[in-house]
């Protein structure tokens, strides 16, 4: 395998000791055969074991295997390039094999990909591949009842027995939904089992996930969306790796195009692979695809109950579930013969994992692709500047939608100087936007007020001492949630209730709020709109797919007036009833001034914006800023999004900064302040160097304490082409880190926090 070495080792060399077993195996005859099972767990690499002649398994097969004094699961690996065999005496025996489809050859060669450039323990990565191990055993066939025929003699048939009897017919039905039918108690089935009217019988294996139908209804395309829709399906049906960047307008009809080519990927008998950045949030999108289909796609993602998982899983690997869509960690399931990935919102930051394996998800689907013979389609309206500089160096096809469909208009972006014309004191939204917020309510139309923060105020500030309230395990700021009337810490979830006086100094009703969130700018609008219906959404008032959808459907069918909400509001979401969109604060995202600060925050208020007028009633958009002349404002204003990549490749070219150079960082954290001080300095001491090479730091991270852990920071910048991993490897190999000293890599960081 690529990443880990494989020295010497077994099962046995390492946990006999913690098991406190002795290190000798029992005698077997020759047909065995000495394999490697890689297990999900974070080792180095796959430990060899003997294949007893009566155990069938090859590479890919799941296998149960002793592991100290457990069992434990695993995969069979393949035979490494230069075997450093362990003795064949102390081999322990596979137990057995697992009634499940092999891991494909190309999910193994993903799993060692993964782990060799993120550095995880190719175990850690594993175990992402085997999320649902109860997947692995034979479905269970469940019980249920049928009628017997003809039924026993002499047996008194009451009412309520006709009825049970009526319901079941000749199917097979479970006893609670046989009950609930019938309209009967259980006990009533129990005495009708018991005099033989009715019998145990097992429910056939019900399809879990219908086929979609890939000319269920497709719509009229238009001529763009058309020439789009034909480049994708002749890339689907290439049968090969290729990655397209499909680049339109907000409201341009994205959705719409790749779904065309996961038509072409049914036809060909394929499996889809969605990627959506916020699955629970996607309730239109997921309505859309019914519509298009008539059936639903199967869903992946952190919430779904470990039955769901069990079914979609084995599912996937049985190659019944023919569209996947899911978050990140839908990359890792066991799609037999993948066709097609699609990452929608391809440039959200959300797709990039920071605990445990960190890895990018859009970066990691290319890679997916390559490895399956698959096609890759890359979507959003505000690409990455990582994936239009591929496509510009024609490592990636590009489609564009330069205009909105049917016919709409992209919304009016104006900016409002603060400076000019400031809100009132106390208050956040100035008089143009309010103008605005009125004319728009007036004619009967919907806006939208955006502000990225959740809560009441960013910050709690004594008047008296100055005190601001702080997270006791974090370095940040509690913020208030008005209505819970308590103060939150935002990164580890310390809450404590609002208090009357100060903490530091004791001065009562001292304490003030400072600056805006989502909740205050309600208050604000409910004192200057008080008939307006209003709703916000924020990660806390629409916590699932149930509350997305139906403050979506309350949108639509025109049961709100006013939206506020946080980056939620910004997600791909069609309402055309919607004409303005007021930004509150859209210099927020250009302080602490990371890498791609302007980037992001270019992205994020074009992708707010494009809410904006999306059908009939043209839109507008208003951002209040103190900086109209900022590139990004600048850019926004004249709706130059090319202009601005443009710009900021320029800015990131000369320094070698990414896409133009590598980053990796190492995240040096403790729960005690001097550990990891000292290991950072031992690692800073230790730091590569050379042509192309540059180590920044250690220093202290901005969040120097989180969840408790002091944390410092070092960041390795090496010219493209640079073998960073190695260097990584390296570098680590020469550091002895002390046990309470954690060292996290961090290869192609999005978060410099
Ligand atoms: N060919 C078509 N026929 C009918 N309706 C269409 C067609 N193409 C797009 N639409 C509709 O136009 C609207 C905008 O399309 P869509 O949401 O796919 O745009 P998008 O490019 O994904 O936008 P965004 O990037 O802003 O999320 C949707 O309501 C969609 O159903
Ligand atoms: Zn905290």
């Known amino acids: ?125 594993l175990r992402m591949a085997m999320s649902s191990p109860s997947a692995l055993d034979e479905p269970q066939a469940t019980g249920g009842w049928r009628a017997v025929h003809p039924p026993p003699e002499g047996v008194r048939l009451t009412a309520e027995r006709t009825r049970a009897l009526a319901a079941l017919g000749e199917q097979v039905m479970t006893g609670s939904d046989l009950a609930r039918e019938a309209g009967v108690l259980p006990g009533v089935l129990r005495g009708m089992a018991n005099s033989g009217l009715i019998a145990p019988a097992l429910l056939p294996r019900a399809a879990a996930f219908p086929r979609p139908d890939p000319e269920a209804d497709s719509p009229l395309l238009s001529e763009a969306q058309a020439e789009a829709a034909r480049f994708l399906r002749d890339s689907v049906a290439r049968r090969r790796f290729e990655v397209t960047l499909l680049q339109g307008v907000t409201g341009s009809g994205k959705t ?65 579930a023919p569209v996947l869509v899911g978050a990140r960690s839908a990359l890792f399931l066991p799609f037999p013969d993948l066709g097609l990935i699609v990452v929608d919102e391809e440039h959200e930051t959300a797709f990039k994992q920071e605990d445990g394996v960190t890895y990018h998800a859009r970066d990691m689907a290319v890679v997916r692709a390559r490895l399956s013979e698959a096609a890759c389609v890359l979507v959003s309206a505000t690409p990455s500047l990582e994936s239009v500089t591929n496509a510009e160096a024609g490592r990636y096809a590009r489609v564009q939608l330069p205009t909105r469909h049917g016919g709409a208009a992209l919304p009016e972006i104006r900016a409002v100087d603060l400076r000019a014309t400031p809100p009132e004191r106390g208050r956040f939204l100035s008089p143009p936007l309010t103008a605005a917020i009125h004319e728009t309510l007036e004619r009967g139309e919907q806006a939208m007020l955006f502000l990225n923060r959740r809560g009441y105020a960013p910050l709690t500030l004594c008047r008296a001492c100055g005190h601001r309230m702080q997270c006791p395990n974090c370095t940040a700021w509690l913020v208030e949630h008005r209505a819970q009337r308590r103060l939150a810490c935002h990164h580890c979830g310390h809450v404590e209730p609002v208090r009357p006086e100060c903490v530091e100094c004791g001065a009562e009703h001292s304490l003030v709020p400072i600056g ?79 890498l791609r600060a302007g980037e992001r925050t270019m992205q994020l208020l074009h992708q707010v914006a494009g809410r904006a007028g999306r059908a009939e009633a043209p839109g507008r958009v208003l951002l209040q800023t103190f900086s109209p002349d900022h590139p ?32 990796a960082a190492l995240i040096v954290s403790s729960e005690e302040a001097r550990a990891a001080e000292r290991a950072a300095r031992d690692l800073g001491l230790a730091a590569p160097s050379g042509d192309g090479l540059q180590v920044l730091g250690p220093a202290p991270a901005p969040l120097s304490l989180l969840r408790g852990r002091h944390r410092h920071r070092l960041l390795l910048k090496a010219e493209r082409g640079m073998p960073v991993q190695a260097i990584l490897r390296d570098w680590l190999n020469k550091v002895e880190v002390p046990g309470n000293v954690r060292v996290q890599v961090d290869v192609d960081p999005v978060s410099f926090l």
Do not use: C
Request: glycine share 8%; charged share 25%; net charge negative.
């Open 256 to 320: 719409e195009v790749y779904l065309d080519a996961i038509a072409e990927t049914l036809r060909a008998g394929r499996q889809a692979l969605v990627l959506l950045p916020e699955i629970a949030l996607s309730t239109q999108w997921l309505s859309r695809f019914e519509r298009r289909f008539g059936a639903p796609p199967a869903l992946w993602h952190s919430e779904l109950s470990s039955r769901t998982r069990r079914v979609t899983w084995r599912a996937v690997a049985e190659g019944e």
């Open 632 to 663: 990004v404002m600048a850019a926004l204003l004249r709706d130059d999004f090319e202009g601005f990549l443009a710009a900021e490749s320029e800015q990131r070219r000369p320094g070698h900064w990414p896409p133009f150079g590598r980053l």
């Open 516 to 594: 805006p969130g989502v909740e205050r700018i309600q208050e604000e609008v409910a004192d200057l709109f008080p008939e307006a219906r209003k709703l916000v959404m924020a990660s806390d008032t629409i916590p699932g797919p149930a509350a997305a959808a139906e403050a979506a459907r309350r949108i639509e069918e025109r049961e709100v007036d006013l939206i506020i909400g946080t980056q939620i509001v910004a997600k791909g979401w069609h309402f055309p009833h919607l004409t303005l969109v007021g930004v509150v604060d859209a210099d927020l995202g250009l302080a602490g001034g990371d």
């Open 1 to 125: 395998m690529a990443a880990p070495d494989r020295k010497a080792r077994s099962a046995q060399d390492t946990l006999a000791l913690e098991a406190g077993e002795p290190a000798s195996g029992r005698a077997r005859p020759a047909a065995s055969r000495r394999v490697p099972v890689l297990l999900p767990l974070p080792l180095e690499g796959a430990y060899d074991y003997r294949l007893p002649p009566d155990v069938a398994a090859e590479p890919g097969s799941f296998v149960e295997v002793p592991l100290g004094g457990r069992t434990a699961l695993g995969v069979v690996w393949d035979p490494p390039e230069n075997p450093d065999p362990i003795a064949e005496s102390r081999l322990r025996d596979v137990l057995a094999a697992k009634p499940a489809p092999p891991m494909t050859p190309s999910l193994r060669r993903f799993v060692e990909w993964v782990s060799a450039y993120t550095l995880a323990p190719p175990g850690a990565v």
